[in-house]
Structures are given as C-alpha cells and as structure tokens.
C-alpha cells in the first residue's frame, strides 16, 4: 500500500519537474519577502537572494533526475550510440619533462 501511494510523488516527466520548480520559486519568494519585513536591509536582501538562489540548484537537479521524452527528429527509432573515448596509442611519443639536475645524452658524450 505504501508503494502505491509513493509512486503518486515520484516525478515522471518534465511537465511535472517544471511544475514542481514553479511551486519551489513561488514558495521560494514568499520566503524572500519574509525576510525583508523581518531583516531590513542589506541581511534581508541577501536571504532572499539566497532563498531564490535555491530554487536554480534544485531546478536543475530535478530537470537531469527527469529523462527527456526522445522525439522522431531526435535521432529516428534507433537509441543514438554513445561517444566512446580514443584507446591510447601506446606508439605515440609522450612529452618528457626537462629536470635540470639529470644531465642531457649529448653532454655525457665527449670526444
């Protein structure tokens, strides 16, 4: 029973992420405005700042907790392939560092 009524809270799409962002921003400024009345002044300023600060982070962590609805201009009916990394090309030269104590090939060399 717990289950059922759990999966009524859980955000499906993005209609309902923006939803649920437009509750928190609108909370979000009452709260703002509650500090300016109490903390006039440059304090209450800067926790309504902070207050619709709050909303941006959470936004964005709902809007990427939330998968994107693929549409048919996306990329057809086939999932796009993911970007692999280049393997390391073990044959390619790497950048030595020059250390100033350990003495250079041609200047152990004398004739």
Excluded at 33 to 54: E, I, N, Q, S
Aim: aromatic share 8%; hydrophobic share 40%.
């Amino acid at each position: 029973m717990l289950h059922k009524v759990g999966r009524l809270f859980t955000i499906k799409t993005r209609l309902e992420a923006w939803l649920v962002i437009y509750a928190i921003a609108l909370g979000a400024v009452e709260r703002g405005r509650h500090y300016l009345d109490v903390y006039p002044g440059f304090a209450g300023w800067m926790l309504a700042v902070a207050c619709t600060g709050v909303v941006f982070v959470a936004g964005g962590k709902l809007l990427d907790s939330v998968t994107p609805v693929a549409t048919a201009s996306a990329g057809g009916p086939y999932p796009v392939p993911l970007r692999r990394r280049q393997p390391i090309d073990r044959n390619r030269p790497r950048l030595r560092r020059h250390h100033p104590s350990v003495e250079s090939r041609s200047s152990r060399h004398t004739d």
